[in-house]
């Protein structure tokens, strides 16, 4: 129902700051939420930071609380998360998410059914 496209991932130096946007195509109703993951080689993917399309709520993980935002523009159909105060150890590759279903906001990669193809985020000592 809806494809997801990552975009904004690149190098930087740790302190620094990225964006990373998601552009959502083709769906006929919009998710009822969506969610930023990361993934390392032989590591589960991890949740990073969610947020509900209709109400806004956002929940983050611990390891990010501070320093990342997720934000959408619904006129543009696009999930944003803006990248602050970067650490080496949030070098992973990044994707988007999304699912349809009424859930309890979750930052559980069980609960989503659409991914994105991921866009690579190194941080540099």
């Known amino acids: 129902q809806v494809q997801l496209v990552e975009s904004g991932g690149g190098s930087v130096q740790a302190g620094g700051s990225l964006r990373l946007s998601c552009a959502a195509i083709?769906?006929?109703?919009?998710?009822?939420?969506m969610g930023w993951f990361r993934q390392t080689a032989g590591k589960k993917r991890e949740g990073v930071a969610a947020i509900v399309t209709g109400s806004g709520s956002t929940v983050y993980a611990d390891s990010v609380k501070g320093r990342f935002t997720i934000s959408q523009d619904n006129g543009e159909n696009t999930l944003y998360l803006q990248m602050n105060s970067l650490k080496p150890e949030d070098t992973a590759m990044y994707y988007c998410?999304?699912?349809?279903?009424?859930?309890?906001?979750?930052?559980?990669?069980?609960?989503?059914?659409?991914w994105g193809q991921g866009t690579q985020v190194t941080v540099s000592s």
């Open positions: 998410a999304a699912d349809y279903r009424a859930l309890l906001i979750s930052l559980s990669s069980d609960d989503y059914k659409y």
């Open positions: 083709g769906y006929t109703y919009s998710p009822y939420y």
